[in-house]
């Protein structure tokens, strides 16, 4: 069936360093893979997303590529900082509905001082 | 503008009773989608809603059941709610719900005991 696959569950990283979290999708279709994160006890938001188009896309310090051929796209966090703490979820499209996503189980990231 | 709106933000009921949850798109939004987070789970997909209509379901029982009215409101309900129903409820709207992202509620913490 249709799954989201992200790696790690757990991931934690001196301040400073950068993070990688990397998520497989199934449906070779999908075209639209956003990227939230949700701090402790606050709702999850969104970050960054990338269309199929483009291969890789920057906002600051928070960087997302696309290998379609490889059907993985991952999260690139440069320059940690405490408040990247969170846990950070990926999603791609449903393969019979644009309207649906497929959620990976998410990544707890932990920025030590 | 005002964010999304769910209530109540807590609830407690008991094994067997049903329940009735409430979310509020931001304005102009049409689609509003639900989700069941639980710790480790990541975010299980419910039910999505555009214009009145539902147009995805995830894999939960029929005892989860929503509806969405003519101003974008939504409501979920469960009805003979079980152990297993404790969960934060999310919901999140979007403009169309196609590729376009979404803004989450900051949830229903349901406590079924």
């Known amino acids: 069936g249709e799954n989201v696959e992200q790696h790690p569950s757990t991931l934690s990283v001196q301040e400073g360093d950068s993070a990688v979290i990397k998520c497989t999708y199934s449906?070779?279709?999908?075209?639209?893979f956003p990227w939230y994160k949700q701090e402790l006890g606050k709702r999850p938001q969104l970050i960054i997303d990338i269309r199929s188009n483009v291969g890789e896309k920057k906002d600051q310090r928070i960087a997302v590529t696309l290998n379609k051929t490889a059907k993985h796209f991952s999260l690139h966090i440069t320059e940690t900082q405490p408040e990247d703490s969170a846990v950070y979820f990926c999603a791609a499209p449903r393969r019979d509905s644009n309207y649906q996503l497929i959620w990976g189980a998410g990544t707890k990231l932990i920025i030590k001082p | 503008k005002a964010g999304v709106t769910q209530t109540p933000r807590y609830l407690i009921k008991t094994r067997g009773q049903q329940v009735t949850l409430s979310c509020s798109p931001i304005s102009g939004h049409r689609s509003v989608s639900w989700y069941q987070q639980t710790p480790g789970q990541g975010l299980q997909f419910l039910f999505e809603?555009?214009?009145?209509?539902?147009?995805n379901k995830g894999n939960f029982p029929g005892r989860f059941s929503g509806r969405q009215f003519s101003n974008s409101r939504s409501e979920m309900n469960v009805s003979t709610l079980e152990l297993g129903d404790s969960a934060l409820y999310l919901c999140?709207?979007?403009?169309?719900?196609?590729?376009?992202?979404?803004?989450f509620g900051q949830g229903t913490r349901l406590t079924v005991v």
């Open positions: 999140a709207s979007s403009l169309s719900g196609q590729h376009t992202e979404a803004f």
């Open positions: 449906d070779s279709a999908s075209n639209y």
């Open positions: 809603y555009f214009s009145e209509t539902q147009r």
